[in-house]
T-cell receptor
Framework: GAGVSQSPRYKVTKRGQDVALRCDPI?????LYWYRQALGQGPEFLTYFNYEAQQDKSGLPNDRFSAERPEGSISTLTIQRTEQRDSAMYRCASSLAKSANSPLHFGNGTRLTVT | SQQGEEDPQALSIQEGENATMNCSYK?????LQWYRQNSGRGLVHLIL?????REKHSGRLRVTLDTSKKSSSLLITASRAADTASYFCATALNYGGATNKLIFGTGTLLAVQP
């Protein structure tokens, strides 16, 4: 079956613009995670959902970052008024069980570059 | 913030040798997972070990977990050039019995020389 799909694969935006990153999880997966990964580093937790409920958003760096998963399937990570320091690979993952009780399946990521 | 730290940060071995990577973490966990990432591409799940388990095998992989020392190790036996990748441990934090977010460590970069 289809894996986790993220779009766009690459996004270049000017500083100050808003961006929306989309994640389409594996069908039937309950939990959905967002991570940010800098080159040579491990994925940094941002937020996660069980169904449509945002369970933990403690990793969101500041209030310019927000995420939603309104129908418990597709999720959008929005960054308002982008800054150069927001440039990174943003990765989404979904999992069959709630929270982290089963393996995460990752998408290929969205590479965000803020100029 | 990172919960786990892998050791060593980088490891270079010859094909056929065994590779051992260690992971230490700080807080109570529900389970610990290992992932592989090839050249900055997507992360692939390797193995999950629960807090009440001490050892788990999957093919050429062996994972141990010592919750008293808050540490885990990943052993890859008879390594191949294709095993060259970054390996991350990830801990599912346990808050009052409820599993929470999955936090990744800093990673070990493994290079297997043919």
């Amino acid at each position: 079956g289809a894996g986790v799909s993220q779009s766009p694969r690459y996004k270049v935006t000017k500083r100050g613009q808003d961006v929306a990153l989309r994640c389409d999880p594996i069908s039937g997966h309950v939990s959905l995670y967002w991570y940010r990964q800098a080159l040579g580093q491990g994925p940094e937790f941002l937020t996660y959902f069980n169904y449509e409920a945002q369970q933990d958003k403690s990793g969101l760096p500041n209030d310019r970052f927000s995420a939603e998963r309104p129908e418990g399937s597709i999720s959008t990570l929005t960054i308002q008024r982008t800054e150069q320091r927001d440039s990174a690979m943003y990765r989404c993952a979904s999992s069959l069980a709630k929270s982290a009780n089963s393996p995460l399946h990752f998408g290929n990521g969205t590479r965000l570059t803020v100029t | 913030s990172q919960q786990g730290e892998e050791d060593p940060q980088a490891l270079s071995i010859q094909e056929g040798e065994n590779a051992t990577m260690n992971c230490s973490y700080k807080t109570s966990i529900n389970n610990l997972q290992w992932y592989r990432q090839n050249s900055g591409r997507g992360l692939v799940h390797l193995i999950l070990i629960r807090s009440n388990e001490r050892e788990k095998h999957s093919g050429r992989l062996r994972v141990t977990l010592d919750t008293s020392k808050k540490s885990s190790s990943l052993l890859i036996t008879a390594s191949r050039a294709a095993d060259t990748a970054s390996y991350f441990c990830a801990t599912a934090l346990n808050y009052g019995g409820a599993t929470n977010k999955l936090i990744f460590g800093t990673g070990t970069l493994l290079a297997v020389q043919p």
